[in-house]
């Protein structure tokens, strides 16, 4: 499995415009993230050198509440990229928030998750580096973006009924508060912005038919062609298939490889429907029985392989798999594929 969608983020050539018209050069952000200039310029950044790009924003901006407001504010329709102006010229705002949605996957490393229940619509964020350096200005910048949506397509001053942001402190909150028309929680356990479901049926003055018919394919291509994104639940196996030989994978280990707390990984984990514990059985009973179709193992390789130093272990435990010793059921197997 090639972790490619959390390595190959896509920086519009529109954000660094953008921060010109705050005053800020691109090359000041580059040099405060200790990233090279040609960083500028190159197609992709990783996930490392996108949160630092946001950090060395945040930085230099002072105030984090100031900087997102300017930018999400400033930010010139002109210098939307293809995916944000298809949602400008949607036809209203439910039809704007839903092709943002979608097409946020072709710019991960956050998704976004909308739900509409009774009155109200809730745009929950979502992502998985919540010990990310950089994350609570984009998280603020995102949720601010999204009623700025509404707001530039609809013509209308809407305000949001609540924010909730995970991190403890994002500024000056009164900024902020401002800006979004009610009160925002910090040190919530979730990122997301609740609006009027009412705010949906708004059509947008900015609906562009025409356009829309030229985007919309050409970006439906791009989503067809994107490379399958991992859920937790499979990063975390191929990462244990990874470091399972003569060990056994910890939480806390795999957890810091993907940038989060153990606790962060177990509550996705939990989102997803199974456990680290669970996985790892899992993992091991799957690589056990590959592991055993192959005549050229024995036995106690095949245990070290999957983590067990004891054999007799491995045993207890394949047994409880299969309900079969590994010598049993490697006998059963390998006739079965010798007549087959």
Request: with cysteine; net charge negative.
């Amino acid at each position: 499995m090639t972790l490619n969608t959390s390595e190959r983020i896509k920086i519009p050539a529109g954000f660094w415009t953008g921060l010109r018209q705050l005053g800020i050069a691109a090359d000041e952000v580059v040099r405060k993230a200790q990233l090279p200039v040609s960083i500028v310029s190159a197609p992709f950044v990783t996930t490392t050198q996108y949160f630092a790009i946001w950090q060395a924003f945040s930085d230099l901006i002072g105030d984090p509440s100031k900087g997102i407001i300017k930018l999400t504010t400033s930010f010139e329709t002109d210098h939307f990229p293809p995916t944000v102006l298809a949602t400008y010229h949607a036809r209203d705002y439910r039809d704007a928030l839903k092709r943002m949605a979608k097409y946020k996957q072709l710019c991960p490393p956050e998704s976004l998750h909308i739900t509409e229940e009774g009155e109200l619509c809730t745009i929950e964020i979502k992502t998985l580096h919540s010990e990310q350096p950089g994350l609570s200005i984009l998280i603020g910048i995102t949720l601010a973006f999204l009623l700025e949506l509404g707001r530039r397509g609809t013509g209308q001053p809407l305000t949001a009924i609540s924010v909730e942001i995970s991190t403890d402190s994002i500024g000056d909150m009164q900024i902020l508060e401002d800006y979004f028309g009610c009160r925002i929680q910090t040190g919530a356990n979730y990122n997301r912005l609740t609006i009027h479901r009412a705010h949906l049926d708004r059509p947008f003055v900015s609906y562009n038919a025409e356009l829309l018919e030229i985007l919309t394919p050409v970006l439906e291509q791009s989503l067809n062609e994107q490379p399958h994104s991992p859920s937790i639940t499979e990063t975390v196996k191929w990462i244990m298939k990874r470091s399972l030989a003569g060990g056994r994978p910890d939480i806390q280990t795999i957890a810091g490889e993907l940038g989060i707390s153990d606790r962060t990984l177990q509550r996705r984990l939990t989102e997803e429907g199974t456990s680290f514990k669970h996985l790892l059985a899992k993992v091991r009973h799957e690589e056990a029985r590959e592991y055993l179709a192959d005549p050229s193992l024995d036995i106690k390789e095949v245990a070290f392989l999957i983590g067990y130093e004891d054999q007799n272990s491995f045993y207890r435990a394949f047994h409880l798999w299969e309900g079969a010793t590994p010598l049993k059921w490697r006998t059963e197997h390998l006739g079965t594929n010798l007549i087959n």
